[in-house]
């Protein structure tokens, strides 16, 4: 556990204590939790149980519901739903749901926590990695965004908050969390925060013994060369060399030796796209013909300007809605949660040309196959198409997603 004290700071002439640790949100002796949830409100598992546990399932049920009654317009991502439950055995006299902040939402879900917290005069708050589970966000950039928006609004003022609690269940939010945090201070390495490796180290962890190899990418043995570091993958490197590979422009954050990637890809899809899904039980898709139902997927992206990221920054785009099915089966329902979480990290679409229409500066497809027909084949587009599930996974595997990424607790929305 680490403790700092802030302030004054700009126009706040307070003084705030903030603490970073590992541990159970749901046991902090805080006013406030946060917890990030789905966009239909519901909570991963674990964090369900660690929150009824204490609190008691029909107590926590029943100020869920009541929230969530009095709700009166649909909650967008990085909104909050709060949940009362100061007449529980929980500590906290409020959980603060936090609609699927995915990372180009992290800046307003940070600054929702703070603005309630101080509008409720609540004088302390715990705060995770928001989506660094479920929602697959980067630590790195979920930390650093959660630091950034503190520094922020305790320039202003914090109002009635006197501590800030970031805490995590994995001790690898709860470092980075530090480093963020003294970065954004002014504690330590002000240039530490925005290094190429700086998630390198958070995705790394000093080998139990150096192998008796080279370096991958000095070519020199790594018992020579200074300090090592492993990724998940085992694959072992001198940190000096693969920070310096991290500088390339074309460089991936992935293992040069075998390709796994270290940390989620993200892609340039507009983050105003949805996706929905649904089963359809009164259709057959050609080879699957033993399947209960099938997967419709349902993608709509409006059109609107095109960012930085894309190819005519400032130009305006054409959107586009799109259906495709997946098979009911075991395997299908695998290439379903692949293809969903592929939509959370921004990677179905992107913007550009068409190569099929010529038409320019409109939503396309981002190289990952879809089925948007029932029958025809290949050909179509459509079934049967006995190798279409595994080309998928090829597709989604050459973006960086593959299934041991998943977070074990991932629903599909339907």
């Not at 409720?120 to 929602?135: D, E, F, N, W, Y």
């Not at 928006?149 to 805490?167: E, K, M, N, P």
């Not at 796994?260 to 892609?267: A, D, Q, S, T």
Request: overall charge negative.
């Amino acid at each position: 556990m680490t403790e700092f004290t802030i302030g004054p700071l700009g126009n706040w002439n307070g003084t705030a204590k903030v603490v970073i640790k590992s541990g159970d949100i749901a046991e902090e002796k805080v006013d406030v939790i946060c917890v990030s949830v789905g966009t239909t409100l519901e909570h991963s598992t674990s964090v369900w149980k660690a929150i009824t546990r204490i609190c008691g399932t029909k107590v926590y049920k029943d100020a869920y519901e009541k929230a969530k009654k009095a709700q009166t317009h649909w909650l967008s991502r990085g909104e909050i739903l709060v949940v009362d439950t100061s007449d529980s055995e929980l500590n906290a006299k409020y959980v603060f749901l936090v609609v699927h902040p995915d990372i180009y939402h992290l800046d307003e879900a940070y600054t929702n926590i703070y603005k309630e917290v101080i509008a409720r005069g609540c004088t302390s708050v715990a705060i995770p990695g928001l989506g660094c589970g479920l929602i697959g966000n980067s630590v790195h950039a979920s930390c650093h965004k959660a630091c950034e928006v503190l520094h922020r609004t305790a320039s202003d003022t914090l109002g009635s908050i006197q501590l800030v609690v970031f805490i995590d269940i994995k001790e690898k939010v709860a470092r980075q969390f530090a480093v963020q945090f003294q970065a954004e201070f002014g504690l330590g390495d002000s240039e530490e925060r925005d290094q190429p490796g700086s998630s390198f180290d958070v995705c790394t962890e000093a080998p139990a013994a150096v192998l008796d190899d080279d370096c991958a990418v000095c070519l020199c043995p790594l018992s020579e060369g200074g300090e090592v570091r492993e990724l998940p993958c085992k694959h072992q490197f001198h940190i000096a060399c693969f920070k310096e590979y991290l500088r390339s422009p074309s460089s991936k954050k992935r293992c040069p030796v075998c390709l796994r990637y270290f940390e989620l890809p993200l892609g340039n899809q507009p983050v105003e796209a949805q996706m929905h899904i649904r089963k359809l039980k009164h259709i057959k898709l050609p080879g699957y013909e033993d399947a209960e139902f099938v997967y419709e997927i349902s993608y709509s992206v409006p059109s609107g300007i095109q960012d930085a990221s894309h190819l005519r920054p400032g130009k305006p785009y054409r959107g586009t809605d799109r259906r495709a099915y997946v098979p009911g089966t075991p395997e299908g329902t695998k290439v379903l949660r692949l293809l969903k979480f592929a939509f959370d990290r921004r990677l179905i679409f992107t913007v550009g040309d068409s190569i099929t229409t010529g038409a320019r500066n409109t939503v396309v497809w981002n190289n990952i196959h879809h089925k948007t027909n029932i029958t025809g084949g290949p050909q179509r587009f459509g079934y049967p198409d006995p190798d279409y599930l595994n080309r998928v996974k090829e597709d989604l595997a050459a973006m960086g997603i593959s299934e041991d990424m998943l977070p074990e607790e991932m629903e599909l929305p339907l």
